[in-house]
């Protein structure tokens, strides 16, 4: 899904400057930092950075040039390559390959202060036990 939303902002890439890309289950805890975007230029990628480990990067949210969110969005193209290059191939994970994407693709990183929780899995630990209750 994300290869498809990277053709859009290609066949876009002349009409917009920045892109502002997020995942449809986020509720966001906080406004977005408008002042973040005077440190985007062609090669940073913005992203949260709240659930961070190590060598991981939140995945979901992304702002930037689009010339930067098409390569990020674009890494299924990649994607092989990435997996077979990554040292402890035993605890790769998304957020690890999104890393290893901005790496691959030498860019920076913009660690941007939005929060958010994600819908599904919220609405899913507080429903489970209802439903498991009356099964």
């Given at each position: 899904m994300e290869s498809k939303v990277a053709e859009f902002l290609e066949e876009n890439k002349d009409k917009y400057k920045y892109d502002v890309v997020a995942n449809a289950d986020y509720f966001y805890l906080n406004k977005f930092p408008l002042e973040c975007l005077t440190n985007i230029g062609e090669n940073p990628i913005g992203t949260c950075h709240h659930w961070e480990n190590n060598d991981m990067?939140?995945?979901?949210?992304?702002?930037?040039?689009?010339?930067?969110?098409?390569?990020?969005?674009?890494?299924?193209?990649?994607?092989?390559?990435?997996?077979?290059?990554y040292k402890n191939s035993e605890y790769l994970n998304y957020e690890r390959i999104l890393n290893e994407s901005i790496i691959y693709n030498n860019m920076s990183r913009l660690k941007i202060d939005i929060f958010f929780e994600n819908k599904r899995k919220f609405i899913f630990k507080n429903a489970a036990p209802k439903v498991l209750n009356n099964i």
């Open positions: 990067c939140t995945d979901g949210f992304y702002i930037g040039y689009l010339t930067s969110v098409i390569k990020i969005m674009n890494r299924i193209n990649y994607y092989y390559m990435l997996v077979e290059n």
